[in-house]
């Protein structure tokens, strides 16, 4: 991409990614040495806020709660669709693999967000599996220049939402996640474009 080519849309799209990896990283870190202790959780998320909105070129109070809240998700996603997506290759039909790697990702994904594990229930660690298989659909086929980029896609999508090779993935799922990629991605875009409009407002 060349420098006349980079809008405000990508800039703040590259400011938004910035901030998450600066997020996630305290977050794992530091919820390493907070445990259940409540004052430190919340202290964790305190020194992540600030190295977020920091990253943003903002001051801690501008980087509100909910856009907080929407960065620790997006990081629990993530952290999901890594582990699941790798964890599940060698599982094959054994259900006690695929239940540990589910767990390993549950736990991965609560201390991102700061929270404890029991506290994720079976309906919101599936949407979350959900949302991250649909990252996943949208990176393979982003990045593949192959003729076989659906099926690698559904290969992925598979491996995330934690399905062994003896349980069913028909077209019909994939095809959910396909558009529920596709939204996600039209929505992510049309946010970085929604910010840029307001800085060139506030500027």
């Given at each position: 991409m060349n420098a006349s080519d980079f809008t405000g849309a990508d800039f703040n799209e590259f400011l938004h990614e910035a901030a998450e990896r600066e997020i996630n990283g305290v977050m794992f870190y530091c919820m390493d040495t907070a445990g259940d202790n409540d004052t430190k959780i919340d202290m964790c998320k305190a020194k992540a806020r600030k190295a977020g909105a920091f990253a943003m070129g903002k001051a801690e109070d501008e980087l509100g709660e909910t856009d907080f809240d929407m960065f620790l998700e997006q990081g629990a996603q993530d952290q999901v669709e890594d582990i699941m997506e790798t964890c599940m290759k060698n599982v094959g039909s054994n259900a006690t693999k695929a239940r540990g790697c589910?767990?390993?990702?549950?736990?991965?994904?609560?201390?991102?967000?700061?929270r404890r594990e029991e506290d994720i229930d079976d309906t919101e660690f599936g949407r979350i599996k959900e949302k991250a298989a649909q990252e996943a659909v949208r990176t393979k086929m982003e990045a593949c220049s192959t003729g076989s980029c659906e099926a690698a896609a559904k290969d992925a999508a598979?491996?995330?939402?934690?399905?062994?090779d003896d349980e069913t993935f028909d077209d019909d799922d994939f095809e959910d996640i396909q558009e529920?990629?596709?939204?996600?991605?039209?929505?992510?875009?049309?946010?970085?474009c929604r910010a840029a409009a307001r800085e060139n407002t506030d500027a």
């Open positions: 589910e767990n390993k990702a549950k736990r991965a994904a609560a201390k991102i967000m700061g598979k491996r995330v939402l934690g399905k062994r529920g990629a596709a939204e996600e991605a039209i929505e992510t875009f049309m946010e970085a």
